[in-house]
């Protein structure tokens, strides 16, 4: 099997390629992502999707010196195949392997690290601005979806290419068919003309003559503006200054490849709108491209089980739960996401509630500001969002909710450590970025029943809250179909011991259980970082001899440090050793494996304990 894809270790080697054998070249690597995918877990619709785009692009192009940035990067496994990562495959997204993204530190073939939406043109009109200040004449390739095209950031970067006129190109990659008319001969056709030396040599030259005249150059303009938008749509992107050559089909590489050869051979802005399909050659994928987005391990021939599995419930379920009961409770509610439905745990409220449940697209931004918008006029926003995401909203929640005190409540999923999506996922700083804002609510659940409950207590408020909790499943507890508040701002404790004390927040409530017990230790388990229990703190500081706090979150800035500011504003000299993620990126891997590898498991926290004991003074052991 692969036989000639075994042969490609490098570009270099697939551009030795006759046209001829790309095609079989294409099967094999779709086989090969398949088998590989299935083996490991990953992104796999997407990179079904882009198989002969990559080859396409890699073959036309000399890359690395020409750059190609992938957006997002959810469909670089075929770009990470052809550029000498193929063994490297087997270990995708594992403690150790290689990234799930694009990152500059794997290869020099990652010219710019991905996995966040709609980055990609804004990086590659800066590498093409640069290859323009330097003298350089490689290009440079920006590949994007059209989900991602829905952010505000695209727009703005494609605005500033337009009076760059840097070398860019931007590849629109069509694959849920919203913006695309149908793709046959004709488009091939079209394609091939405009993006050929002679039509741009043609209204060059046209222009040329008709510069002298305005009125006739604007009037000619229009007119090929209108002709052009009666079979393509290309309106909008000749708007920001750019080029259009499209829609093509981006299976088909006897129209890609020399589609791509004529723009290469182009000066200035060019854009590329291909069409293509998610999960393209696996039937299942092709069915149904939602469910094989992200897949953990399968089996290629029975396809992904659907289905309740019985098991514990997931976060994620406890809060969809609870919106679709808080929405029949209270008809102010609507739900809010930046595009991710199903990550969210929103379908079912979308299914039950469709006239208020919003998805604005891959737009955090107008997703927080929206939501503001709706709290003016009385009614009750919930906006679900991923702890990583919301960081591209920050103005908007400082000006926008926080300032204006707006009661916003943001249901913040996968907070802490995600595993396999590595750095750029990880929640590793809402804490962080939360408690410091004034107004706002800041609460992390240790239980799911917890969650649910934390989720009404936002929901009572009269100003922003934010319900920060991890990906995956809790402790199993029973949850509670009654709605009932906390008490604001209180914690309570969970195991009574001497000398230690552990101050748990959130999803580290467990392993401070579970060190607990081999300390004879104080387990208290904090639920608010904002506002903090201050009496409980300055409580367990004057019973104890060292105050311990643990939390999933960074920590510079973290709940840690709301407890140790709280002990100074009281005068309280009083040791306290901090637990969390150290001050630097964390990989990708397995959830308990990094945990375990940054000294946050049982074992972990023992250690750090025991070793800071001596230095805490014998009062510490024996208080």
């Not at 193929?86 to 403690?95: I, K, S, T, Y």
């Not at 494996?593 to 940054?598: C, K, N, P, T």
């Amino acid at each position: 099997m692969y036989d000639l894809l075994k042969t490609i270790d490098d570009p270099w080697a697939l551009r030795k390629l006759d046209r001829k054998q790309l095609g079989r070249l294409a099967d094999e690597l779709r086989e090969f992502v398949l088998d590989s995918v299935s083996k490991t877990g990953g992104h796999l619709s997407s990179n079904l999707g882009t198989v002969e785009l990559t080859i396409a692009l890699h073959y036309v192009f000399d890359t690395p010196e020409d750059r190609i940035v992938w957006d997002v990067g959810h469909q670089s496994y075929p770009h990470k195949i052809l550029t000498g990562r193929r063994e490297a495959m087997a270990r995708l997204r594992m403690f150790g392997g290689i990234s799930g993204f694009p990152r500059r530190d794997e290869s020099e073939y990652d010219t710019f690290g991905t996995a966040h939406s709609s980055t990609s043109v804004s990086a590659a009109l800066g590498m093409a601005v640069a290859a323009k200040a330097k003298g350089e004449s490689r290009r440079v390739i920006a590949v994007i979806g059209d989900g991602a095209m829905s952010a505000g950031m695209v727009f703005e970067a494609m605005n500033n290419a337009g009076v760059l006129d840097a070398n860019l190109l931007v590849i629109l990659n069509d694959n849920e068919m919203s913006i695309s008319p149908a793709v046959g001969a004709l488009n091939r056709h079209l394609a091939r003309l405009l993006s050929g030396r002679t039509f741009h040599a043609a209204r060059k030259a046209g222009e040329k003559v008709l510069s002298g005249m305005p009125p006739l150059l604007e009037l000619a303009k229009k007119v090929e503006e209108h002709a052009k938008g009666m079979v393509v749509p290309s309106t909008l992107f000749e708007e920001f200054g750019f080029n259009y050559t499209g829609p093509i089909d981006g299976h088909d590489l006897d129209s890609l490849i020399p589609t791509l050869r004529n723009i290469k051979a182009l000066k200035g802005p060019q854009f590329l709108h291909i069409v293509t399909r998610k999960g393209q050659g696996y039937k299942l994928a092709e069915g149904d491209p939602v469910l094989y987005h992200g897949v953990s391990k399968f089996d290629p021939q029975a396809g992904i089980a659907t289905g309740k599995s019985g098991g514990k419930l997931t976060y994620t379920q406890v809060f969809g739960d609870w919106l679709c009961d808080m929405a029949a409770a209270d008809k102010r509610v609507v739900g809010i996401t930046p595009a991710m439905r199903e990550g969210s745990g929103l379908v079912r409220f979308a299914a039950e509630h469709p006239d208020r449940y919003f998805d604005v697209g891959i737009a955090e931004q107008h997703a927080v500001t929206f939501a503001a918008g709706l709290a003016c006029e009385g009614m009750k926003p919930v906006v679900a969002i991923y702890s990583t995401f919301l960081q591209r909203a920050y103005d908007q929640l400082v000006h926008d909710v926080c300032i204006q005190r707006l009661p916003v409540v943001f249901a913040l999923d996968r907070a802490g450590l995600v595993g396999a999506d590595g750095a750029t996922h990880h929640g590793a700083f809402d804490l962080s970025y939360l408690r410091c804002l004034p107004n706002m609510v800041v609460m992390a659940p240790a239980d799911e029943n917890e969650c649910r409950r934390m989720l009404y207590t936002a929901h009572t408020l009269d100003c922003p809250s934010a319900v920060r909790y991890p990906r995956g499943t809790g402790m199993g507890v029973e949850v509670e179909r009654e709605m009932r508040a906390l008490p604001l701002g209180k914690g309570e404790i969970r195991r009574t011991g001497r000398g230690v004390a552990i101050l748990a927040f959130g999803s580290m409530l467990r392993t401070a259980l579970e060190a607990a017990e081999a300390l004879d230790a104080t387990v208290a388990n904090m639920r608010f970082v904002k506002p903090l229990d201050e009496d409980l703190v300055l409580e367990l500081a004057r019973t104890h001899g060292l105050l311990v706090t643990i939390e999933e979150n960074v920590v510079m800035g973290g709940a840690g440090s709301a407890v140790a500011e709280a002990l100074e504003a009281h005068g309280v000299p009083m040791p306290v050793l901090q637990l969390g993620l150290p001050d630097r990126f964390v990989d990708h891997g397995d959830q308990a494996q990094l945990l375990a590898s940054i000294g946050l498991d049982k074992a972990g926290v023992l250690a750090t304990i025991k070793a800071r004991l001596p230095d805490a003074g014998r009062a510490a052991a024996a208080a």
